[in-house]
């Protein structure tokens, strides 16, 4: 057989937010993609028109843009084998719905609901299938005269895929090796609607996965239990030459192993199943997203790639480019991934380390503006690197540092009973004095001159440092003391020492 070129495509419905499951697929279509020189497809299938969602489609590019994740080709992207929305696709599903038709490999049933739930009380674990389908009202039991009448007359119907039973269909999976299903267990699929004359998910989905040229599908193990009934659509349609490859992802599972993650246990434990903070249109709820939540984009792909997949090492910090040269859909596990959110959050520590300042510096501009301060930008990126090394998100920098930027107009209490002391007051004032005839207000120029003062009274180190420390800071945290009193300036570093003294006499 001829190599094909590697075509993946990432699919979603726009049924809501984009689970955080969803985002490992595209990644690792993605990753798979770069890796082979070839095409990532995004394509919209949107034909439950019950469960469309506004603005899902939206969310969904933005979170792409967000992550990095480029596609080559579909929604929003173009290329040469669009409409890449399947609502724009009619057309060309009712002419492959009509093939099936013709070659007997479908029929037409106009069974109504009501019909359908009698069947299912007259006989124990009812499918519609080989064994009942004879019994029921469609163009296998009816002549041709009656099924044209009643579709003249507007009977509603819906076209079924006629599985031949007892056949061992094989699907061979890039991670599950082969998987084995007897089709007498398939029920004759629904693969089109008269009602609003759209097909159903399995029908698009074959069609289009044949007609824009995909050569392997990589979607979550959810979707393993159709992938008899794909098979067995590309055979029905004589597609099986061009037949993808199919790789089904492990699920993602809870923190603790039991289950399918949830977006339950999300709220339960507090970390997002978004990329995106979502507003559900119709009840208004809002959902936290990792962009939200102070996750850079590298550090939530980094993460994501390593569930469900490893480099074969214990290597753990790697770059989207570098995932695309390690990345091997052979090493993909089989048994679910634990979603171990606490290594997103060592993630997002690392990927903070590693990032220039600067970017961080930009990302904290909005945080400071949110509380108020408007600083300038050289003195937010000392800010940064100084204080970057002790969060695991950017807007917990303002908890670390404001005070860089905010004079304390409060002392913590505790630390105010344990540091300090009755002669607090005179030393600081003491200090002061010292501060204010420093020429050099470098941290070293401070350093060596204030060490001198305190060895020559014979004063406690510990104790003057951690009440010069309440002055400026309001409480015990903080780096180095000299850097504080070094960017704060002489002038401030008076002023919080007078205004503390005054305060807390
Ligand atoms: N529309 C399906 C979804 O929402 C696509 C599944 C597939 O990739 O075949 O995930």
Known sequence: MLERKVRVRFAPSPTGALHIGGVRTALYNYLFARQHGGDLIFRIEDTDSNRFVPGAEEY???????????FDEGVGFGGDFGPYRQSERREIYKKHVDDLLQKGKAYIAFDTPE??????????????????????RNSLTLSADEVKSLIDEGT?????FKIEPN????ICDLIRGDVMINSSVLDDKV???????????????????????????IRGEEWLPSAPLH???????????????????????????????SKRDGDRLGFPVFPLQWKDPKSGEISSGYRESGYLPEAVINFLALLGWNPGNDQELMSLDELVHLFDLSRCNKSGAKFDYKKAIWFNHQYIQQKDDNDIATLFLPVLKNHGVEAPFDRVLTVVNMMKQRV???????????????????????????????????????LADVLADIDDFSIEGQE???????????????????AFRLTLVGEGKGPHMFDISWFLGKEETLLRIKRAIEILK
């Open 231 to 261: 098979v067995l659509l590309y055979r029905a349609f004589g597609w099986e030459e061009t037949m993808p490859a199919f790789a089904h992802l492990p699920l993602l599972l809870k923190p603790e192993g039991n289950g399918k993650l």
């Open 392 to 430: 695991n998100f950017v807007p917990e920098l303002w908890d670390a540092c404001s005070f860089f930027f905010v004079a304390p107009t409060e002392y913590d209490e505790k630390t105010v009973k344990k540091r300090w002391k009755e002669d607090s007051p005179k030393c600081m004032a003491e």
């Open 448 to 466: 060596k001159i204030v060490m001198n003062w305190i060895e020559e009274k014979g004063y406690h180190t510990g104790n003057i440092m951690n």
């Open 60 to 70: 969904i590019l933005e979170s792409f843009a967000w992550l990095g994740i480029k």
């Open 115 to 136: 019909e359908l739930e009698a069947k299912r009380v007259e006989i124990a674990n009812f499918q519609y299938d080989a064994s009942t389908r004879l019994g029921m």
């Open 156 to 160: 509603k119907y819906v076209v079924r």
């Open 191 to 217: 693969l089109y609607k008269s009602a609003d004359e759209l097909p159903t998910y399995h029908l698009a989905n074959v069609v289009d996965d044949h007609l824009m040229q995909v050569s392997h599908v």
């Open 167 to 170: 056949e061992d269909i094989h």
